[in-house]
Structure formats: C-alpha cells, structure tokens
C-alpha cells in the first residue's frame, strides 16, 4: 500500500483529468475541442508549487476567447428576416436641395426684370385702394383683380397740378355722362418727386374728399397691364351718394 506524502503545496485542481472523465460534458465545438485538449495534456506540470487548472493556459488569449465566444454561440439560431424590425431612417435635406431652391429664387427674380411676370401690385408699398359709404371692401379687391371691364382712360403724365386736376374732372363728368361705370387714370409712379408722388397723391384727394367723390363707388391701383401702381381703377355709380340717398338707404337697411 502507498502512501501519500504531502508536498506542503495547496493543488486543488490535481485531480481534474480525472474529475472530468467521470462527468459527461455537454455536446458543441467548444466541449469537443476541450474534452481533445484535455486528453493530450496527460502529464499535468507543476510550476511555483501550483498546478495548472485550466486546459486553456497554454494557449494564446485570442484563441481562448475564439473558444469561449463559440461555446456561448453554440445554441445560437439567426432571426427569420420578417421577426426583424427595420431602422427608420430619417433622411436631411441634401446640399442640392439649398442650392435648387437658390437657382430657382433666382431665375424667378431674372424673369420678373425681364417680363415683370410674378409681380403683384397689392404686395407693394404703392398700392392704393378705397371704398365709398356704406361699400363692402371687397369691391375694391375685385376692381384690383379686374373683375370689371374698362371702359375709358385718361392719362395725365406731363400735366401740373392744376391743370392735372381740370383733366380729371373733366373726364369724370364725360365718363358719369355717357353711362362708363369702371374707368382708368394714368398718373404715374411719381419716382422723380422728392418727397411722394405728387399726381397720385392729388387723385386719391379728389376721389375721396373732392365734389366728384359722392360718384365714386371704390378705387384702386391697376394691374402691372394696365400701369400697376403707376395708375389707378375707378368704379363710379349710377346716381350721387347724396344725404338724401344716404338717408333713404339707411332706412331701407332697417327692413
């Protein structure tokens, strides 16, 4: 009978060879490869007064870890593609995108130089526009549109003040007279005055606060065809607005 002499060194893992034999491991590339492994190190080497407790010390830490991610992999199944939920991707405006905007701000402000094509007269600081007594102000939006055919012109450019003025009752009178209900007066932009636009500023005068202004149904700036803001729309009405009238409209309204 032997017997054991203890070396005086603490070697928990002597009889692994032997514990591993008794147990059966568990089926994979890893457990194989491991079972081999231990197999071919029959003769366990003791270093320091400790023995080696793993099959893997000898080998290098990249393969170790090759080893170890194939056992955890070993029950592992790919997903079925439709169980996936696809990433939503959000897509940024491109560069190009800026630039197709520019090119086209541009081609649009090329082309209102040229033709005047895209300019609306009500956007502008020029514009004018108003209503008689008791006139919805829409009438004046559809005068703009040109919802009312013209049927008469008088152009005042060159005229000073007063003669400016004779013009244009004269032509007021003519037009109430023949039966005319929407007319056009030219009397330019006024760019060249220092201060404002002295002909325009005297139409709109006479249309609102002059003797003539009790036949004005609604005014305002033409379209760019027929002077934009350099001219002016002017409905007129059948009969004068006077207090008389004025009166018996208000009374009507309260039936």
């Known amino acids: 009978m032997k017997t054991s002499k203890s070396s005086g060194a603490f070697s928990p893992f002597e009889r692994l060879k032997e514990l591993l034999k008794k147990k059966s491991l568990p089926s994979g590339p890893f457990s194989a490869a491991a079972s ?26 990249h ?41 086209e701000t541009l081609h649009q402000l090329n082309t209102l130089v040229k033709t005047g094509e895209g300019f609306v007269v009500k956007n502008t600081p020029e514009y004018i526009e108003g209503t008689g007594h008791n006139v919805h102000p829409k009438i004046s939006t559809r005068l703009h549109r040109g919802d009312f055919s013209i049927q008469a012109h008088v152009d005042l450019h060159g005229f000073g003040v007063e003669d400016a003025r004779n013009a244009f009752e004269f032509f007021i009178k003519d037009s109430i007279a023949t039966g005319k209900r929407a007319v056009l007066i030219v009397h330019g932009r006024g760019l060249s005055s220092p201060d404002r636009p002295v002909l325009k500023t005297k139409v709109v005068e006479w249309l609102t606060r002059g003797p003539l202004r009790k036949w004005v149904i609604a005014f305002s700036s033409a379209r760019s065809c027929d002077g934009g803001a350099g001219a002016t729309y002017v409905l007129l009405r059948q009969r004068p607005l006077t207090r008389r009238y004025r009166k018996k409209i208000k009374h009507h309204c309260k039936f």
């Open 36 to 61: 081999a492994e231990i197999d071919s190190n029959t003769d366990v080497k003791q270093h320091n007064g400790l023995k080696s407790n793993s099959n893997f010390d000898n080998r290098p830490d």
């Open 63 to 103: 393969e170790n870890e090759r080893a170890l991610f194939l056992d955890a992999m070993t029950d592992v199944r790919p997903m079925v593609r439709g169980n996936r939920v696809a990433k939503h991707i959000v897509s940024t405006p491109s560069v190009n995108a800026d630039v197709d905007s520019e090119n």
